[in-house]
């Protein structure tokens, strides 16, 4: 890594248009130590005035920390600040805001119940002057477009609209440095291109610099002039963003080849964002001076997951348009695989911009550059011709052995995931990837088709009969929501009149903006919210909406999107909260057996891998996804006929996102219906054998993956018919 | 019309006293305390207020010393609930056995100093409100301006939004640079000083001497006039008159030879406050993190 | 996180004896504040603990009575673990006592039969008075999402004049006065068959039953707490409600049913002191057992055994403080001592873990 730091470095100092000007910010060797944790280590940042600089990382990467470092919020250890040359202290936020530094925090910045121009001028010192604060709201506004009432309670505004007035309140102050942290995470596609052209016109027409940081490469490659990369505290690679692309922003961030479905992931909202307005795109890419042709590279490698999608189509029109699935999208890899190996063996280059774009074009399996032994070496370990549901795949349990074989050993169980997916078919493959408990016998329905997708996996590419297999024979609808109806406790509507079915071994993709009765739904399914109207049925049985513990008792699982706040509970054991929806499981009479309470927990932390040191550790002390392991555990291990997954990999790092999908994979495979609600695109695309958008708490659009364009995609979440 | 004059002026007076703590009460809850200790902060001002009239042989001396008392237990409060983070609750109800312990231990006979009264001519001989609103001890005018002022800085000055901010969502407070505790802890101080002077006020202005535990609950009924008024300074002030008249009618309705059960007098303000909050739940909701000890970085 | 994990036990250790000094430093502080005013306030500090020493643990007597105020103490104070650790706080024990107390006056003094049947059945008709006074703000707040710290303690005023009220009035509780006596506001004395039998003289401690009761309960408690499902989704529920309600919890039922509970205990208490040493209902019955039997919960911090030792010292302070008359220093002494241990006992955690926090309260930052 260290090497290609280097020529990185070289790299950027020679293309780099405006590097001869004082930084407008420089961080030199900022250090900060948190107990043993290293948030930061010797961390050099250094940006240019009038540009916008892209901070890319992972979570717990260090670039929160040291953007707090930055606005005075965290002292650091050691290093120095610069800004405009001139060394300087910042020891608290009122300092940073007198050097012009202004930050729009990821959360908890705007006080619901108060109005907007209380809000804007909240954080100031001086008088409070109402009249000057509302005049300032509407100047400013008017100024960048971000036109927001100054005597709305914030509460009753959207979270675009709290968003521009985040936007204001930091605008209001005429910073020098403008910091945005994760700041479209809650936002439409329309109101993320609303934001980067103010930011666009802030720093071109008001020679004013940005920092955004995000670990959403599409939102770096499409927004930013240069982009630093940050990794475990340290700064892996500084980049002009017009001599990059995802795959190398990708690598960079993660430290090696993804799988297609980490990829995925990180990639955000990439295709969504610059298809549906590649004019406007290109424009702006034009106005940052960008070579042509390096745009041209950045929109083939934007554009390859559509390319996928209508490959996809094309195949499934061929052998008679299914109505499925994942087989089909993986189909067309397949065909194109073994052009492309390959190039892909040469290791993508990050600094060939040619061979990149090739590898654009089909995205999965360009990333897999060890996927040709990979096929071998399955097939070595175990009978690939037998039916996932009866392997016992001990290798393959514990991912944590490396297979010594493999050139990229950083995090062993992606091995299993390259193996998987060198066929590009990820769940075909899935079931010779770690085969958890989901998959025993007890799974009835599924197991007619499971012999059939195990073929790919095991032999290879084609994939025509088992799509139409599937689609002869539809499974069992295991949830079924009508026309449901909810009311906020506030008195605001979440649900109007959703519908949607989810069948058994189906992974239910449900897209949509953050806000739009996702939650409401998730909370449907946890038995926390009653129904004005409508049903769920559950395996054909209505199921009564509201009456705890009613929708587990009838075979829901849910795996909250806040699982440190809902899932789980910090302050008792693991052990209790592996056994929490369950407690009669290890009870006798209305006395839980200890004994039994332990050897149940032992059980499934080694079942499903769960690195802990015993039952008996408090849950707080888990990491985030251990923690996440622990209650999808708890929820597998009820049985359930239907999985809920709430943004499943949020906040977690690569290897947790890694086990994740592949849990929720194995567990279609095994039979459960699976509901994932995510507000992550690729996610939904990557796993999804259907897709449903939701929209202001209605299903407003349904395709088979196959189908998906994209574009129509976008326009649904954000509520355009489409 | 000469009861109701009289009836008037009775609840009033009786208000007053109630009216000082509930401008503090409410200050402190807008910030985010649910101040149990009002009433240790009452009688401590009442008492402090006392002796030291008694010993200086001036009333203007003993008020002083009543808001120094007040301001000594909101101190101690201040500390413990929003430096070390312990329930508020507790801190109160704690404090509120200790003043009355030691109010009650230390009590010895004073000579009784009252302040003057202040009529304001012309105005006093007004029918029904004249002897209600202008003919009082003259501590009591002191409301006039600080009812404003109360006002002016929680809804207008920047310490009144950063307060209300800190009571309303501390995290988000803080992320903006606002020391909530600090805040907090300020608001309670004002709230002492406030109640220290209602306590002082009943001790000196109203009744002259200190007897043991004479606020008798005045404290809890400052807090249901902040729930009944629904954390809103007008609601707070109507609730103290309201629950003023109570107080008067249940004295002066025997004598007047109106017979109305004074239990139910007493319990009124409770159940007033109980019922307000009970039917007008959306209108009467309390700031977001009211009581809630705020420590950073738990969410 | 791992090394979070290794550093814990390490924190821990060094955290313990500096806590250690802590809680000595700080009961040091309290004593010496309260022997100050005895001193300044012109009496013998010496005298006034001897009194206190006499009239709470010299002598079977004085151990009788310190045991006989313990007891409601602990009776309230295992209500309040119960409703704290399903995450509910309740601070209106006083007039949950005090309805307690009522009811059970009323069933003990109306209600006809044997008197071992009356006496039951008075002590079930404390209990249920004061659950039914805790179920007011219970279903406040399920209905209506009213504040449960609010309402239980506006509910405890009310309590005392509804106290008042029945205690004025012929037809309800005051004493039937024979011939022109003037007639205080109290109950009439229930009858000797429906008093606790109490231990007798022997071995000169002399005790009222209750306390094995008492002791019954707090045992019986801790049980339930740590082993059975109840317990376990009680403490899922103070833990976090919505995880709890997410795995099947019914917080209504469950949270409502805790605070009834704590309600039930109080007024039990109120019940036994009723039927146990005061024998006649009066709206000084509480006399701030339900405030302190709180303090003695918190002082426990919530641990039902741990409650134990400090009802016992609480109730020693209050049987101690009846003896102080004798050397002229007033009883409020011991409210006084009592408000300053509580603050002497909640210092020292606080102040440990504010310490505590500072550091991993900074590395949230982290990401």
Known sequence: MSMRLSTENSDTGGTATNLVAVPAVELTDIAKRFGSVVACDDVCLSVQRGEIHGLLGQNGAGKSTLMK??????????????IDGEHVEISDPLVAAKLGISMVHQHFSLVGRMRVWENVTLGERGRVDRDGARRVVREVGDRYGLTVDPDAVVEDLTTGERQRVELVKCLRRDPDLLILDEPTSVLTLAESRELFSVLRHVT????????????????ILHATDRVTIMRSGAVVARKDTAHTDVRELAREMVGRELSKWTAATAVGTLDSLTTPTSDPTDQDLAAQDLAAQDAAAQDAAAQDLAAQDLAAQDLAAQDSAGQDSADQDLAEPDAKEPALTKTNTEEPAATEPDAEQQDAAEPDTADQNPAEPDPAEPAAEEPDTATPVTIENTTDQNPAEPEPAEPTTEEPDTEHQGTAEDSADPDPAEPEAAEPEAAEPEAAEPEAAEPEAAEPAAGEPDTATPVTAEREQPQEVRLSIKDAHATGRDGRPLLR???????AGEILGLAGVEGNGQAALGDLLSSLIELDSGTVQVCGTTVKAGRPGAMHAAGVGVVPEDRHVSGCVLDMTVAENLVMADIGEVSRGSFVNPRRLRARAGTLIEEFDIAVPGPDTPMRLLSGGNQQKVVLARELAARPKVLVVAQPTRGLDVGAI????????????????????????EEILTLSHRVAVIHRGAIVGEMARAEVDPERLGMMMGGQAA | MENIELMLASAIRLAIPMAFAALGEWIAERAGTLNISVEAMMLGGAFSAVMGASVTGSAEVGLLCGIAAGLLIAFIHACFSHRLTVNTYVVGLTLNVLVLGLTSFLLVRTVPIQTEKLTIPVLADLPVIGPALFDQRWPAYLLILLIPLGYWLVHRSRWGLEARASGESPQSADVTGIDVNKRRRQALMICGVLAGLGGAHLAIAEVGTFNQNMTAGRGYLVIAAVIFGGWTLRGTLAGVLVFGAADAMRLALPALGYELNPQLLIATPYLLALLAMTFFAKTHRGPGALGAPFVRGIT | MTSLATRLPAMFRLSSLGTLLLYVASFA??????????????????DTVLALYQGSLEGGASIGLTIDQAAPLLMVAIGAIICARAGIFNI?????????????AAVGLFLPGPGW???????????????LWAGVPAALFYWRKVDVVISTLLMVFVATQLAFFAVNRDYLLQ???????????????IPEAVQLPRLGEYPDLNVSLYVFIVLGFTLAVTLLLRYSRWGFRLRMLGHNPIAARRNGVRAGALGGGALLLSGGFAGLAGGMMLTGSVFRFQPGLADNVGWEGLLVALVARNHPLLAIPVAVFFGALRAGGGFLASTGVPRYLVSIVTALLVLAAVFPAAYAEIRRRRRPATAVAGG
């Open chain 1, 497 to 503: 009149g959703l519908s949607l079915e989810v069948r």
């Open chain 3, 29 to 46: 502080v309290a004593l010496t504040l309260a022997t100050t005013l005895v001193t300044l306030s012109g009496h013998s500090m010496s």
């Open chain 3, 92 to 104: 209106g024990q006083e007039g949950q006592v005090l309805i307690g107390g009522m009811t059970g």
């Open chain 1, 658 to 681: 890694e086990y994740m999908t592949e849990r929720i994979y194995q567990a279609a495979r095994s039979g459960i219906a699976i509901l994932l609600i995510s507000t992550e695109l």
């Open chain 3, 175 to 189: 004493e039937s006065g024979t011939g022109g006596t003037v007639l205080s506001s109290q109950s009439d004395l």
């Open chain 1, 204 to 219: 071109q027409d008001e020679n004013k610099t940005v920092i955004l940081i995000s670990h959403k490469l599409d939102e």
């Open chain 1, 69 to 82: 470092i930055l606005t005075g919020l965290v002292a650091p250890d050691s290093g120095r600040i610069a």
């Open chain 3, 117 to 131: 049947l009356v006496l039951l059945l008075t002590l079930v008709g404390a209990a249920l008075g004061g659950a």
